[in-house]
């Protein structure tokens, strides 16, 4: 990764970060902008091969130790594990980021219950789950924690009825841990990103063609009436005040300074980092509406 940092690339030395979420996307560019200031990490998720592989990248990137730890954030057990074999390995939790999350296109008529729990328990009970997992650890520290929520439920997003209720979730956690927690010297914000570009994340909410008016179910769809995948990147990007998809990158940056001595003074906040991209949604974009919501429209939870 091309460093933009104005940061001291000492600033993070002797620190130690625990990230869950951390094995791509958005939330590795986190972690490998700490390491390469100087942190530490443990980076945890799912799949155990894939975190390992994560984690021994990072380290050759950076020069800094991380360790990969495997587990589901829906179980506190073993997030508790996690935290006391980071501080087993590592010494101590400074920082937290809590980046676990899972998303996918569906309107409420064809969101099933257990689709939308599913959400639930891996962005708002998995937050609070690594939050309940660290806490004792970063109180000693007087650290600080991030939480990689959304804008989606700043409005009402088509489509996003599970991650809009997730995240409004997060949103609200972090504002009661910085009144709990500030008295002890923890500190809790929050980053939202936008669109960001090469993730997971862009490329379900911009899916690789885009439905016909009506939006029939995916089964129903014939290829005479779908548009290019950059037919629908044009239009969200035009839709974007700054006139682009965020990075990775981008909100690492925002990262570097949240955890950092100069932003000692904040706690309880959202940082948005979206190219004002949430005043005008440009995710809509791929969504004909109204059409693709009278009667008829699709059935497209997966879970």
Do not use: W
């Not at 869950?20 to 986190?30: D, F, K, L």
């Not at 929050?190 to 016909?212: C, F, H």
């Not at 006139?243 to 940056?253: K, L, N, V």
Request: net charge positive; proline share 6%.
């Amino acid at each position: 990764m091309a460093s933009l940092s104005v940061f001291n690339p000492n600033l993070y030395q002797g620190k130690v970060v625990f990230v869950t979420g951390g094995g791509s996307g958005i939330c590795y560019a986190m972690t490998e902008a700490l390491m390469r200031h100087g942190a530490s990490a443990a980076i945890f998720g799912r799949r155990a091969a894939n975190i390992q592989s994560a984690a021994a990248a990072l380290s050759k990137a950076t020069g800094q130790r991380c360790i990969g730890l495997a587990g589901d954030v829906r179980k506190l057990e073993t997030l508790e594990e996690a935290a006391a074999r980071t501080v087993a390995e590592l010494g101590r939790i400074d920082y937290v980021i809590c980046g676990a999350a899972g998303n996918f296109l569906s309107p409420l008529e064809g969101l099933s219950p257990n689709a939308f729990r599913t959400v639930l328990e891996i962005d708002t009970i998995g937050t609070y789950n690594t939050y309940k997992a660290t806490i004792a650890e970063v109180v000693k520290t007087r650290g600080s924690y991030i939480a990689v929520s959304a804008t989606l439920h700043y409005k009402g997003t088509a489509l996003q009825a599970h991650v809009s209720a997730a995240k409004a979730g997060v949103d609200a956690l972090f504002r009661v841990m910085a009144v709990e927690y500030g008295p002890r010297g923890v500190r809790a914000n929050v980053i939202a990103p936008g669109p960001i570009d090469g993730t997971e994340g862009i490329s379900r909410l911009l899916p690789p063609v885009r439905p016909p008016p009506r939006f029939p179910r995916v089964s129903e769809q014939s290829s005479e009436t779908h548009y290019l995948l950059q037919d629908v990147r044009e239009q969200s990007i035009k839709r974007i005040p700054l006139q682009r998809f965020g990075t990775p990158e981008d909100i690492a940056q925002s990262a570097l300074f949240l955890f950092s001595p100069a932003a000692s003074y904040i706690t309880g906040t959202v940082t948005v980092v979206d190219g004002g991209d949430y005043h005008t949604f440009s995710s809509m974009g791929a969504v004909p509406y109204p059409e693709a919501f009278q009667e008829g429209g699709p059935k497209l939870s997966k879970l």
